[in-house]
């Protein structure tokens, strides 16, 4: 009954399926949020001070590097295993063995020849961008402010700077405009802080954060006021936070563990393995028929195995898996003549079938801003008043000024409107 009941609980946080390692991650981000400071403490395991030189790194041994799961490079024998896992490698390969069986090396040695070409190639182009891409992340470093305490007798509390990937758990950060947070963070204090979350929503505007609060359940996750996250940068103001996750047990871990999983093959792929199983279907077909006919006719299973085996290995396009990655690859060397790094060849397919790209990523890749083409009132009519209220509104905002406040202004001043803003007070609205 338990079990069933943590199905319904856990795994529907924040209005959607969770898997069990997402629900933990909610879980963990809502308890610290819906808790004092000094429960906080208590549940990373920290102080006001916090945490010594010897205990980080301590922590950073048990927890190891601050690296979110996107940012993490394959091993070697996953990219061999991919190379070698394809539909027409295992026919051959196959192939290769049945033949070996019947007595017929020389065919069987070319299968594996082929086989062995076709798998390198695509495992050293895809090993050696890999390496590449990580070289260059190397040269990527991320110092953080990090407040410890150091001292046998008398603690004395130091701000020290050290690379994003040295931050543990515990660890109290601080921070200030343009900084990037390396990790789930509970703030601690917090002046006229807002922060950008377009990393994680894709949205350009800012969001106001403060520690002098604690939020409830019904409050979504990204809503969150005291909490910001890994990957998330500081637009204006001040503070201090507790780091409570860090590298794949941070909210942006979970989203990109779970687009990864959520991967399909392609049509490219799809139409791969389709052939592969009309092909494999065509020669069980035609060897059965051949090895039952030539039987009966000679009553010799060898030679009939054999000369099964050789229309077999006629109707399969031995040449096809190396001419796909020998194309692929010299698309690779052509990209990397222009500084492009590709880590897996399958990407030069994908590109190659593009005619358009379409690409919403708001604020990475356009300029990150907003522009104001037309007004309507509720009814939908064109209405002065709405654009002078709106105008107002952005002209009189002190706090927290948003993209769409400054493309109201742009598109008054621009088009000719004349409004008096003197003549208004913010106090007392008056004409």
Not at 38 to 62: H, I, M, N
Not at 223 to 230: A, E, P, R, T
Not at 361 to 387: H, R
Not at 415 to 420: D, I, K, L, P, V
Request: hydrophobic share 40%; glycine share 6%; aromatic share 10%.
């Amino acid at each position: 009954m338990g079990f069933f009941l943590k199905l319904f609980i856990t795994e529907t946080i924040d209005g959607g399926s969770r898997t069990e390692g997402e629900a933990n991650v909610y879980s963990w981000l809502y308890a610290l949020a819906q808790s004092g400071k000094d429960l906080v403490y208590e549940y990373v395991r920290s102080t006001e001070r916090g945490l010594s030189f010897r205990e980080a790194e301590r922590r950073l041994k048990e927890t190891g590097p601050n690296i979110p799961i996107h940012t993490k490079f394959p091993r070697w024998w996953h990219l061999l295993w991919n190379a070698l896992f394809h539909p027409f490698h295992i026919i051959l390969i196959v192939l290769s063995v049945l033949s070996y069986i019947a007595s017929d090396e020389p065919n069987g040695c070319i299968m594996l020849v082929l086989v062995f070409i076709s798998v390198s190639l695509r495992f050293y182009q895809e090993y050696s961008s890999s390496k590449a891409a990580m070289k260059l992340s190397e040269f990527l470093s991320f110092p953080v402010k990090v407040q410890r305490c150091a001292g046998r007798t008398v603690q004395t509390e130091l701000v020290v700077q050290v690379d994003q990937k040295n931050v543990v758990p515990g660890d109290i950060i601080i921070f200030e405009p343009g900084d990037l947070f390396p990790g789930d963070v509970r703030l601690l204090t917090s002046k006229n802080l807002v922060v950008s979350q377009s990393s994680l929503t894709g949205e350009f505007g800012a969001t106001e954060k403060t520690a002098d609060i604690r939020e409830d359940s019904s409050t979504p996750l990204l809503d969150l006021k005291n909490i910001c996250f890994m990957g998330t940068t500081v637009v204006s103001g001040i503070g201090t936070g507790l780091v409570v996750s860090t590298g794949s047990k941070t909210y942006m871990s979970t989203i990109f563990s779970t687009t990864g999983k959520l991967k399909q093959p392609d049509g490219f792929e799809r139409g791969i393995r389709h052939i592969s199983y009309i092909l494999i279907s065509l020669m069980l077909i035609v060897v059965s028929i051949i090895v039952i006919i030539d039987y009966y006719s000679s009553g010799e299973p060898s030679e009939s195995i054999l000369f099964g085996m050789s229309v077999a290995s006629a109707l399969t396009p031995q040449m096809l898996p190396l001419i796909i990655n020998t194309s692929l690859a010299k698309g690779a060397l052509a990209m990397a003549r222009d500084r492009c790094i590709v880590k897996s060849l399958r990407a030069i397919r994908d590109m190659g079938s593009m005619d358009i790209i379409c690409i919403d990523k708001t604020g990475t890749l356009t300029k990150n801003t907003a522009i104001m083409i037309n007004y309507f009132d509720s009814w939908g009519l064109q209405k002065e008043k709405v654009l002078r209220l709106a105008f107002l509104n952005a002209f009189f905002k002190t706090q927290q000024r948003y993209p769409l406040d400054d493309a109201i202004m742009a598109h008054v001043y621009t088009s000719g409107f004349r409004f008096q803003p003197s003549e208004w007070s913010k106090e007392h609205w008056r004409k």
